[in-house]
């Protein structure tokens, strides 16, 4: 068995750090926050996520589920907001295991952390910033909070620490490899709304609230306590966007006039705007993940996404049930592992960064369009008469367990088959169901899920 190093442990290093200890290896984390068991979580970044299908299914085989659905909120599906405060809500599936879930990202990282130290086989260091990573010398410099520096030796490091990596910057400089980020024109304010006196929810709790205006939204996840955690997404720069919003009254004037059924409920809007920060958000690429058996990427590190799918954890989560699965068939060659979970994952994730940022314009824009739901309609429709073969894209990814490539690929095909079928359509009840069928039967081969 081997000592592995994580850098980092969030979300993504304290799952892995589990699957590693269950396979019999020891295990060292360095995190340089604190301990968020032991100190409040800053506000404003990130608090809610969604935990849907993929990341079940991570968690589910390490035996940790009895404990996390103590901590999740079933949302069935999108509540829209229209301008005038008219609601709609808008079905994720149309089964009822077909739902996702709101979980608070500091309650599911001290959960995990727990159960990673419980192993026996973990240590984490927190406090503790990775400054650099030789992998020649198999050293890394680490920094404490009082601007210490030491070097400590690794045999295997598994970057997890995100956007900033300091793995992925040894990765690439020994490789001479490659990473892109893109960044998105929009960025993101996290908000909220308390609960009602006395406790309770103020909307309806069971869904993931969106006011879609076209060029950016408002959206909302319920909390245990019966708050909600508010995000505010819009461009850097602009009429509407974060730099036009430089007061309390050009703030107050903007939600009061583009989002009026919530503003009331935020008594708080100005002190936490003004407070938070505004988060920035893009796309990265990395080439290549590894090098030999030396040093892996994983997650966010390598290959991280804009928020709009709700799929970024689960993704991680992914990752990590599917290098365990490598290391596996590998015990002996973990560099075959490492090169088997690069090539199996690298297009999974390419595909996911696509469909993140296709779904925001979805959520933002295209959710109003009464073409994209008759288009919505029509694909549950198909899906009762070919539940082998159709499955609307966002079930896929969300309910299912089909590589996001071929999520993505089906989906094209899918919507060109919707595309045709509801030109010039008023209504479900005008379709050609038999010209469905045919080019349901021509165009798409039956599923595999992993």
Known sequence: MCRVTLIGAGLAGSLLAIYLARGGHRVTVYEWRPDLRRVEVPAGRSINLALANRGIAALAALGLMDDVEKLLIPMRGRMLHDEHGRLELQAYGQRPHEVIYSVSRPMLTALLLDAAEATGRVRIHFGRRCEAVDLARGTLTLCDASGGREDVPFEVVIGCDGVNSSVREAILEATSGACSEEPLAHGYKELSIPPAAGGG????????????????????????????????????EGQDSFAALSDEARLTAFFEARFPNVSALMPHLAAEFFRHPTGRLG????????????????????????????????????????????????????????????????????????????????????????????????????????????????????????????????????????????????????????YADRLIAERLDEINEC
């Open 201 to 236: 929810f103020r909307m309806e709790p069971h869904a993931l609230h969106v006011w879609p205006r076209g060029g950016y939204m408002l959206i909302a996840l319920p909390n245990l306590d019966g708050g909600f955690t508010v995000t505010l997404f819009l461009p850097h």
């Open 283 to 434: 796309t990265l690429r990395t080439r290549p993940w590894r090098v030999r058996d030396r040093a892996l990427l994983l997650g966010d590190a390598a290959h991280a996404v804009v928020p709009f799918h709700g799929q970024g954890m689960n993704c991680a989560f992914e990752d990590c049930s599917a290098l365990d699965a490598c290391l596996k068939r590998w015990p002996d060659d973990w560099a075959q592992a490492f090169a088997e979970f690069e090539t199996l994952r690298k297009p999974n994730a390419e595909a996911l960064a696509h469909l993140s940022i296709e779904n925001y314009l979805e959520m933002r824009s295209t959710v109003r369009d009464p073409k994209y739901q008759l288009k919505k309609a029509l694909a549950f429709r198909l899906e009762d008469r070919h539940p082998e073969r159709f499955i609307p894209r966002y079930s896929m990814v969300m309910f299912h367990r089909i590589p996001y490539a071929e999520a993505q690929r089906r989906g094209v095909i899918q919507d060109q088959i919707l595309e045709v079928l509801t030109a010039g359509v008023p209504d479900l009840d005008d379709v050609d169901y038999g």
